[in-house]
């Protein structure tokens, strides 16, 4: 009789920490498949989920939630419940809902405004989304929804260039980076976002601060405090890992997935390579997702 051995991981990658923002769930332009690629291909001992994961406000417009969003939600639950990963996930603005909530611990779950983490170095870094530091966002969020409304615009604007761009042979170009690096007042007001939230993190008695909000991938020093921002998942497709060896940095979509494919190869080849114990020739191994 065939026996089926579980191997609970091994085929997987394993970070200290991985941190998500600005998935925007429940938009068109949400990468959900993209990610659900990768966090099959995942362990972490603790996911940071730093805001806007569930975007209520395109929601309340217009529902685009398709099944891939629901899976990503699965996967984030099943990574708490089966691998158990600590979940930390952070209110943001398109995610505000959770306010009302916080802070709520519910078994490996919280709901927080804000988290410190504390690195395998013993470094300090303050993890908050950032948008309270957008002057437009919290006074005046009326212009807040039009702006988003605007930058869904350009995403469809974006897409079907991009098409165009694909179609001629060439790369994919943002246009919505594009324009943030070019227009005065998007670079003046990214600049004091930064500023801002280097400061906080100071007067908080941290090395260092994680956030998210402007869709912006960086990792820099401003001043003495280290500025990781872990972008979003509607263009760039990046994220924040902490290595086992302890190494924090920006990781974009494609590294992660060769990082699997490779693990993944590895163990195939290990098991092949291993001849199987006495009585079990006919076992099968399944991984357990």
Aim: with cysteine; proline share 2%; aromatic share 6%.
């Amino acid at each position: 009789m065939e026996e089926t051995i579980k191997v609970p991981g091994q085929h997987k990658i394993h970070f200290r920490t991985l941190i998500l923002s600005d998935l925007h769930l429940g938009t068109k332009d949400a990468q959900a498949r993209e990610l659900l690629d990768v966090l099959r291909g995942i362990r972490c001992d603790k996911l940071i989920l730093n805001g806007d994961i569930i975007d209520l406000w395109s929601l309340q417009r217009k529902n685009h939630w398709s099944p891939a969003h629901t899976a990503v939600v699965r996967r984030i639950m099943k990574m708490a419940e089966k691998d158990g990963t600590k979940v930390v996930y952070l209110r943001g603005n398109h995610d505000d809902f959770i306010r009302r909530l916080i802070p709520l611990v519910l078994d490996r779950i919280e709901l927080a405004e804000e988290h410190i983490h504390v690195a395998q170095d013993g470094r300090k870094y303050l993890c908050i989304h950032g948008d309270a530091f957008d002057t437009v966002t919290v006074k005046m969020r009326w212009l807040a929804v039009i702006g988003d409304i605007s930058y869904q615009i350009l995403l469809d604007l974006n897409r079907v260039y991009n098409k165009w761009r694909a179609w001629r042979g060439k790369e994919y170009f943002s246009l919505s980076q594009a324009i943030k690096a070019k227009v005065k007042s998007a670079v003046s007001f990214i600049s004091s976002f930064e500023e801002h939230l280097q400061t906080l993190a100071a007067r908080r008695g941290c090395e260092g601060v994680m956030c998210g909000h402007i869709h912006k991938a960086e990792d820099r020093m401003i001043g003495n405090v280290r500025y990781i921002n872990s972008g979003d998942w509607v263009e760039s497709m990046t994220a924040v890992v902490e290595e086992d060896d302890g190494r924090i940095r920006v990781v974009e979509r494609p590294e992660l997935l060769q990082r699997i494919a490779e693990r993944r190869a590895a163990f195939e080849a290990a098991k092949h390579a291993s001849p199987a114990p006495a009585g079990e020739a006919n076992a099968t191994i399944s991984f357990v997702a």
